[in-house]
């Protein structure tokens, strides 16, 4: 079952912009905390940005200043606003949270082991 459905990816120019969309009917994201990850082939997954339940967002430092986490509570929508796009971006993207204790990960302060099936971001040079 998914749980969590990420959007908004594509291919485009270094330098451009892309906004990353989640979006899900089991959860209430204002109460969670959430993480951004991505994984490029061959690498190991690089949880990028986080918002927790506060609404307190943290970054890892290739992102910070150029990546936006946010929440649309209304909407129930998580956002992950990338600008400055460089190939190193280029990687699955996958919004997760955390259900129940099983195989849980850790990466920025949060817990995680529920995500979606990711969208694709290519940034060509």
């Known amino acids: 079952q998914v749980r969590l459905v990420e959007s908004g990816g594509g291919s485009v120019q270094a330098g451009g912009s892309l906004r990353l969309s989640c979006a899900t009917s089991e959860y209430t994201f204002s109460s969670l905390c959430m993480v951004w990850f991505r994984q490029a082939p061959g690498k190991g997954r690089d949880v990028v940005a986080q918002i927790d339940s506060d609404g307190e967002t943290k970054y890892t430092e290739s992102v910070e200043g150029r990546f936006t986490i946010s929440l649309d509570n209304t909407k129930n929508i998580l956002y992950l606003q990338m600008n400055s796009l460089t190939p190193e971006d280029t990687a699955m993207y996958y919004c997760?949270?955390?259900?129940?204790?099983?195989?849980?990960?850790?990466?920025?302060?949060?817990?995680?082991?529920?995500w979606g099936q990711g969208t694709q971001v290519t940034v060509s040079s």
């Open positions: 997760a949270t955390i259900r129940g204790s099983m195989n849980l990960r850790y990466g920025l302060g949060c817990w995680y082991n529920d």
